[in-house]
């Protein structure tokens, strides 16, 4: 079976360009573009570029179904353009044996639309005491390990887990945060936490987590990604810690790049995140970061929340945010405002987390599996939170004007939208 | 332009010309209360429930006076006893209180934002007697009174208000309604119990007591929460009465006819002492507790106004 993909504008993250061409797909892969096609998809002129590799997405499956399953995390992904969701082990239990990781695999394959990679806890029940099997858990499939939003206190467990790690080739994920100056923090500190009377951390706290870690990855070499770098303050070590040659990549999640602490307003609990939402100049510093490829990747730190999670006093509701759907859209505010092109945001958003990751997605060139959005980057939308297709719905965008849809999402060369549509 | 708003969640939403209507209005209430002429005609027929889900004693008792003078039906109820304990949230208490049908809900809770959650909730006027670190507006417009009265104006003053501002409600609704207000505020106040960000508050930030408390018009201490003392945010409760607790010293420094305020209760001898606290030539402490009463009893008043207007467009059909 070969498609032809024509009047394409082809998004090319690893060229860095942006073209009006063609692009043939056979059986599942990209292939060179001569000969005849069995079918011919007429673009009209819109984008196609890799689907986008999710780092760090949460499925609540096991444990709380009812906030997210894979399959409607695989119909949400489908929606934003996502073809790889890179899943996080924060589930009731954690998924820090082999077994667990399995019943994760078993139910993503049957029940997700799009593929899934399991990461697994670097340390049991992610209680920062003792490594999880990380050689075992490798062996079953797990692309990388993390102890999510928990960091590892204990320097001589982490130390020793990042030792072990580099042994088995592992790439741990760590979340960059001084856990006793940040115990109980809501907000960001300065004008808008005391107007609100609400408790808040210094934006320092990320400097000083980042600061240990690098100090560990030198000792150990390990090889090393931040879920999320939300402050200027921690960017200077981090250029640092790339210019003397350590193993080190850093992400960030879609709220930070695109809302500051200010959108809470009046205690908008579904603008609590983990780290939460910082002052406008820090957002705009870790915007160029990305532009200048310091930060490498964009996740959207998809975080459902169940309605009863959410709708309590500020302090006391959940963080986080779902995202899926809406990450392709709100990162196209970051083109539209002129921060990023859009090979720069595809380079984040698929080409850089496929190569750290090691996989062979990501791309568009010739043998890469034919993972593919295709989108609009202009068409405008009103978002209507009980549209979207997670089964918890605590976007902070709802009733935002977006600009930028996805038109199909292609996983191997199949067309998921499609498909789920006629389902 | 009078009394708009339909509750009273803080200073922060409020005209000042909302402020001067509120003021009006309790300094008459505050003539009748001492020539012991009640209104219980003002609200008559209407339920005033008191929901208190932190521990309070003077606020809670005013809220109580305040309304039965204004012939309201008043019930109290100690959040911490009931459902809390049960695991229901704050939303299904607002919710099964809401179809009760109460007119006024006072509310004081621990986390800062809860009483706006809960004002979302509900269809009658909600009045907030205290929201975590965030506002207790009551205590700022009794605490704009009672400075109205000693002082003959509410503007062009300088005021310090001197102590834990970062813990305190209090101090918050106070620098926001002194500012709108059109007075000079300074704060006073060891760096440790200042809240972040503060210089962007339109203050002027001072630890040094003294130098603070130059040629103020109104000294405003706040109470140091005693968990706070030991080791935490300051070294010790004497060392903090040393260099922060007002004393004869230190309020010379201030002008000659400066009053003192204190939100209560207070510590004596921790951040204020004894003596300048029971001077009846400086200090105002129980005319602000008189004064709350009065303040409570026309912000109940003004906001049954809105509430009754309101019902009145519904019940004829109008759009409001």
Do not use: W
Not at chain 1, 370 to 393: C, E, I, N, Q, T
Not at chain 2, 1 to 19: Q, W, Y
Not at chain 2, 294 to 308: K, P, S
């Amino acid at each position: 079976m070969r498609i032809l993909f024509e009047n394409a504008q082809l998004i090319d993250p690893e060229a860095g360009t942006q073209t009006l061409g063609s692009l043939m797909v056979e059986d599942g892969f990209i292939v060179d573009g001569g000969g005849a096609a069995d079918q011919t998809i007429d673009c009209r002129g819109k984008c196609l570029a890799p689907g986008i590799v999710d780092i760090g997405v949460k499925v609540s499956e096991p444990g709380e179904r009812h906030k997210e399953s894979f399959a409607s995390a695989g119909r949400a992904a489908v929606a934003g353009g996502i073809t790889t969701i890179v899943t996080r082990p924060d589930t009731i239990p954690s998924i820090d044996t082999p077994e667990t990781l399995e019943f994760v695999e078993r139910r993503a394959s049957t029940d997700a639309a799009v593929n899934v990679l399991p990461m697994a806890a670097l340390t049991k029940e992610r209680a920062g005491r003792e490594m999880t099997e990380i050689g075992f858990l490798m062996d079953a499939g797990a692309v990388a390990f993390t102890d999510c939003d928990r960091v590892v206190t204990d320097t001589k467990v982490f130390s020793r887990a990042l030792t072990y790690a580099k042994s088995c080739g592992a790439l741990v994920i760590g979340h960059v945060q001084e856990p006793i100056l940040s115990k109980g923090a809501a907000v960001t500190s300065g004008k808008f936490a005391s107007l609100r009377g609400l408790p808040g951390v210094s934006p320092m706290a990320e400097r000083m987590g980042l600061d240990r870690d690098i100090a560990l990855l030198e000792m150990t070499g390990a090889a090393y990604h931040i879920d999320q770098i939300t402050t200027s303050r921690a960017l200077p070590a981090l250029e640092r810690a790339k210019a003397n040659g350590l193993d080190i990549t850093a992400g960030v999640g879609i709220h930070h790049l695109t809302l500051n602490e200010l959108d809470v307003a009046d205690y908008r609990t579904f603008f609590k995140l983990k780290p939460p939402l910082r002052s406008e100049e820090d957002r705009l510093t870790v915007v160029d970061a990305v532009a200048t490829g310091l930060i490498d990747i964009i996740s959207s730190m998809h975080t459902p929340q169940d309605e009863e999670s959410k709708r309590l006093p500020f302090e006391e509701a959940a963080s986080g945010a779902v995202a899926l759907e809406t990450l392709l859209p709100a990162a196209l505010r970051l083109v539209h405002a002129g921060h990023l092109d859009l090979p720069q945001l595809f380079r984040a958003l698929a080409f850089n987390p496929a190569k750290r990751l090691g996989l062979s997605c990501g791309r568009l060139a010739v043998g890469a599996p034919a993972d593919l959005v295709l989108f609009d980057p202009d068409a405008s939308l009103k978002l209507d939170r009980f549209k979207l297709k997670s089964k918890s719905k605590n976007t902070p965008f709802d009733g935002a004007m977006l600009q930028g849809k996805v038109i199909a999402t292609y996983v191997g060369g199949v067309n998921k939208t499609e498909s789920l549509t006629d389902a | 332009m009078a009394f708009r708003a339909s509750h009273l969640l803080g200073i922060e939403h409020l005209h000042p010309t909302e402020i001067t209507t509120l003021l009006d209005l309790a300094d008459r209430y505050a003539e009748d209360n001492r020539l012991g002429r009640p209104h219980r005609d003002v609200l008559e027929g209407l339920t005033q429930i008191n929901m208190f889900f932190e521990n309070s004693t003077r606020t809670q008792a005013s809220f109580e006076i305040a309304g039965k003078r204004l012939g309201a039906d008043v019930m109290n109820m100690a959040m911490q006893a009931s459902s809390i304990k049960k695991g229901e949230t704050l939303i299904d208490t607002a919710l099964s209180l809401n179809a009760m049908r109460p007119d006024l809900l006072v509310v004081r809770h621990p986390n800062s934002g809860a009483v706006d959650l809960l004002a979302q909730k509900v269809n009658c006027a909600v009045l907030n007697a205290g929201d975590g670190k965030h506002e207790h507006p009551t205590q700022a417009l009794l605490d704009a009174l009672t400075i109205r009265r000693a002082k003959g104006r509410l503007h062009r003053l300088s005021i310090a208000i001197c102590g834990d501002v970062a813990h305190s409600r209090v101090a918050r609704s106070n620098i926001m309604l002194l500012g709108k207000m059109e007075n000079r505020v300074r704060l006073v106040g060891p760096p440790t119990l200042l809240p972040s960000g503060i210089e962007h508050f339109g203050v002027e930030v001072f630890h040094d007591m003294r130098e603070g408390l130059k040629d103020v018009d109104v000294v405003m201490m706040l109470r140091l929460q005693k968990e706070r003392m030991d080791g935490g945010f300051i070294p010790s409760e004497r060392e903090y009465f040393h260099r922060y607790g007002l004393d004869a010293e230190k309020l010379s420094y201030a002008k000659d006819d400066a009053i003192v305020m204190h939100p209560g209760p207070m510590n004596r001898g921790v951040e204020i002492d004894g003596t300048i606290a029971d001077d009846i030539n400086r200090s105002v402490i129980q005319e602000q507790v008189e004064m709350g009463v009065a303040v409570r009893m026309a912000a109940m008043d003004l906001l049954a106004r809105n509430l009754r207007a309101k019902r009145g467009a519904k019940a004829a059909g109008v759009m409001v």
